[in-house]
């Protein structure tokens, strides 16, 4: 209850109409570059750090705060109309929502993703409000050899995403593994496939190889097909906002994607990829409907990876502000802004800095419901983008993820890798390869690699450290029945029908 | 060159300064416009002392205005060639580097050196912090050798990347008290926050990073700083360094300014005013104070041969990990 009194003085501080001046700012400027490819928070905030020096730091936190989940919220809209997602974490929402978005229903996943991000930013909001200290508890307790066990689990997912032929998905994923392979080795310090560049010493950003297949990607596909005189022209079906069927299609994946997303996102070496990946993997296995996977578009593989993205964008605030621990760049970014107010953000913050942090968790609670009255109503406007000829729309994503990739790290070697990708995403596309196991390869292989390296350096080499820590056990074995629990079902079925069909005839 | 605008404001200060307020003479901007380079991306420890001199130096009216330029990458190598390259002779230009660059560049095996710019000034230092879990039997600096002199395999060490400042320090504490620095334990973190997180959850023996980044978890009582590499005690924190426990071990991770190459004797020595009055300033030292940084400024010609000492000392020690060649 304690924390429910110091939330009502937090809405004081963020009721104030300077504080929801900024929040407003906050979640607009958010949406905006969550909707332009190449350009993310993290960026965002650390071009707006010498603000620092001119405001309080309340509403400075208030304003970064509404970044974070405002693009979290924009990130959606570029991958569901246009397939061309501007960050990793909403590469799986491409998968569906775009599918969606071309037999017709673009209002829908746009409304199923703002509203499910809505529900997944409150739900994980109250988590930062009454679970923090449980959470961080428990994300604590995730030592290597566990972070390794919930790679290994991440992997089965990559089964969800292969395509109509594994052989094809496999070589996605593998190409995945050898960009993510680039640069020096965190654990030895030596570079790998740098070429000599000194560029690639820092490894490739994933951020230039999601625009770079994805947006250039497709411009380049769009742009071959309009060509050969083959325009699509994307019909907008029904109702533009979601059915009573859409909503109860939507409301399970979303609190599921929720209960991925918040404690995933809360731990150290987490991240917003890891749950979105589970959660898109859980809803094609749970659906009644899988045959919409991949084919019309399938609403739970939106609203659940969805969910899943912005409660851990929720999760990442709770060791940031109980423990002072960044968990991702983002949040490092808003710990530097901190100590440039010469706060020092770690277990004491909540007792020294009260007012701020209950002011920031109560302004998330009012940048949330800005963000869905923001959004909603947009999505009318959105769709329209699909009406705009090819040729102009096409020309403008190619500029703003030019200037997008060039803004994150001045280098033209980084522009250049863009096109590249954006080639060989091309060729993909032509030749049926799946571009989404190329990314979820490039984020899991260097993670589960380094994690596996470190729990075998702390245990001396000893193997069994993967089978005799309980987490970490566990997760192998749902890796396990994910993986081969569904292949069991079928053969014992079969078996069954086996039994009984001779004696029926 | 000037532009019209600067012009005029340029000589109306000059005007102000002469005629009517004579005691504000020294109050006229030393170089009027700079341009910080800062070799990594935004966020980061040289990004904030760029943008901190930035802001200090404007509220003094040592400049007019500032321009911070970032490229980021591969421990600064990556941004060193472009600033030699493009700023040559450019008095107004300046780069915020610091030891960590040393030390990339001696990794990386980089063709352009720190010998090719101008050093200016050394500006800060950050000492690093040797930190051990709250319940860890390890008590102090001496029980920390014993272990490691025991077996150094056991005694996993978290902190940030391979050959970085952390793993640098544990090389030289495992040389000060005979142990080879190659049979060292060393898991490196992305972060701080990860070797933190490592630390807190009880995976790792110890850690090593900035004090900074440790003070908060120490005073409440999460983990126990049990040395820090400063050369003597510091104010106002309660932990013997390292040399006083008989490790005989001092390394501060600094960071300085340097100019670019072909820059004149005058250009470079208006620079260094430039920092002497901005490390003078009551501003600057409060800036220090409030982001946990040691002022330890040290200019021209004793700085020139201080890099070069430190270098070769890094060279040594990353040579003794088995990191550089």
């Not at chain 1, 995403?161 to 593998?174: C, D, E, P, Y």
Request: charged fraction near 15%; proline fraction near 6%.
């Amino acid at each position: 209850m304690e924390s429910l009194s110091s939330l009502v003085g937090g809405f004081g501080v963020a009721l104030t109409p300077q504080n929801l001046m900024w929040c407003l700012v906050g979640t607009t400027l958010g949406t905006a570059i969550g909707v332009l490819p190449g350009l993310g928070p993290g960026l965002t905030i650390a071009l707006l750090l010498p603000i620092t020096f001119k405001v309080d730091p309340t509403a400075a936190f208030i304003l970064f705060a509404g970044i974070y989940y405002g693009a979290m919220y924009g990130g959606s809209t570029t991958s569901i109309l246009l397939n061309t997602p501007g960050e990793s974490a909403t590469i799986v929402t491409a998968l569906e929502g775009n599918r969606m978005a071309r037999s017709g229903r673009a209002g829908a996943a746009l409304a199923t993703s703002a509203i499910g991000s809505f529900v997944a930013g409150t739900v994980g909001t109250l988590g930062i409000t009454f679970l923090a200290p449980v959470v961080v508890d428990f994300a604590l307790q995730f030592g290597p050899a566990e972070y390794f066990a919930l790679m290994v689990l991440a992997f089965v997912t990559v089964s969800a995403v292969l395509g109509s032929s594994a052989v094809r998905g496999l070589a996605s994923l593998f190409l995945g593994f050898y960009l993510g392979m680039i640069g020096v080795d965190l654990q030895t310090g030596q570079p790998r496939f740098s070429f000599g560049l000194f560029e690639l010493l820092d490894g490739i950003s994933v951020i230039v190889v999601a625009v770079g297949l994805f947006a250039v990607g497709e411009t380049l596909y769009v742009a071959a097909r309009h060509y050969a005189g083959r325009d699509e022209i994307v019909p907008l079906k029904g109702s533009l906002y979601m059915t009573r069927e859409e909503w109860s299609r939507s409301w399970k994946p979303w609190i599921r994607g929720t209960l991925l997303g918040f404690p995933i996102g809360a731990m150290p070496a987490g991240g917003a990829e890891v749950p979105t990946f589970l959660s898109y993997w859980l809803e094609k296995r749970l659906s009644r409907r899988p045959e919409e996977f991949g084919t019309t578009g399938a609403i739970e593989g939106v609203a659940g990876p969805e969910a899943a993205n912005n409660a851990s964008a929720a999760g990442v605030l709770v060791p940031m502000l109980t423990l002072g621990l960044p968990t991702s760049a983002t949040a490092a970014i808003m710990l530097s802004a901190f100590q440039s107010y010469g706060i020092n953000p770690g277990p004491l913050l909540l007792q020294s800095q009260g007012a701020l942090v209950w002011g920031l968790i109560a302004s998330l609670y009012v940048a949330n419901v800005m963000l869905l009255v923001l959004n909603l109503p947009l999505i009318g406007l959105w769709v329209r983008i699909l009406k705009v000829p090819p040729p102009l729309l096409y020309a403008g994503i190619l500029v703003f993820a030019t200037i997008g990739t060039y803004g994150i790290s001045n280098s033209v070697v980084d522009l250049v890798l863009l096109y590249i990708l954006g080639a060989v995403g091309f060729l993909m596309r032509r030749f049926d390869f799946p571009t989404a196991p190329v990314i979820i390869g490039m984020i899991l292989g260097p993670l589960a690699e380094t994690e596996f390296r470190r729990a075998m350096t702390i245990s001396n080499g000893d193997w069994t450290v993967f089978f005799t820590h309980p987490l970490s056990a566990a997760l192998l074995a749902l890796a396990a029945l994910g993986l081969l629990g569904p292949r069991i079902y079928a053969l014992l079925r079969r078996d069954r029908r086996a039994e009984t069909s001779p004696r029926g005839a | 060159m000037f532009t019209k605008r600067e012009f005029l404001k340029a000589s109306a200060l000059a005007g102000a300064a002469g005629l009517i307020l004579p005691r504000f003479a020294l109050a006229a901007p030393v170089i009027d416009q700079i341009q910080l380079f800062v070799p990594a991306a935004p966020g980061g420890g040289w990004d904030q002392t760029a943008r901190a001199m930035e802001q200090v130096l404007r509220s003094e009216g040592l400049i007019g205005g500032a321009q911070v330029t970032n490229v980021g990458g591969a421990g600064g190598t990556v941004g060193l060639p472009r600033f030699v390259s493009q700023y040559r002779a450019n008095g107004s230009a300046m780069m915020v580097g610091g030891m960590v660059m040393v030390g990339a560049i001696v990794a990386n095996k980089a063709a352009v050196k720190l010998d090719q710019t101008t050093p200016i000034a050394r500006l800060t230092g950050e000492f690093l912090a040797l930190v051990v879990p709250a319940q860890s039997p390890i008590k102090d600096a001496k029980d920390f050798v014993a272990a490691l002199k025991a077996d150094p395999a056991k005694v996993a060490v978290a902190g940030g990347s391979a050959g970085g400042s952390d793993h640098i320090l544990l090389g030289m504490i495992a040389k000060a008290s005979g142990v080879e620095p190659q049979k060292i334990n060393y898991v490196p973190y992305a972060g701080g926050g990860q070797a933190l997180a490592a630390l807190l959850g009880n995976q790792v023996a110890g850690g090593i990073s900035g004090y900074g980044e440790f003070a908060e978890q120490v005073r409440a009582g999460k983990l126990r700083m049990i040395g820090i590499s400063a050369d003597k005690r510091q104010p106002g924190i309660d932990v013997p360094t390292l040399k006083e426990q008989g490790v005989d071990v001092e390394l501060f991770n600094w960071r300085g300014v340097f100019g670019p190459p072909g820059l004149s004797d005058a250009d470079r020595k208006k620079q260094v005013d430039l920092v002497e009055k901005l490390v003078a300033s009551k501003a600057w030292q409060d800036e220090c104070v409030k982001r946990d940084w040691t002022s330890i400024p040290l200019t021209g010609d004793a700085y020139a041969a201080f890099v070069k000492e430190d270098t070769a000392r890094i060279e040594a020690i990353l040579k003794d990990l088995g990191l550089a060649s």
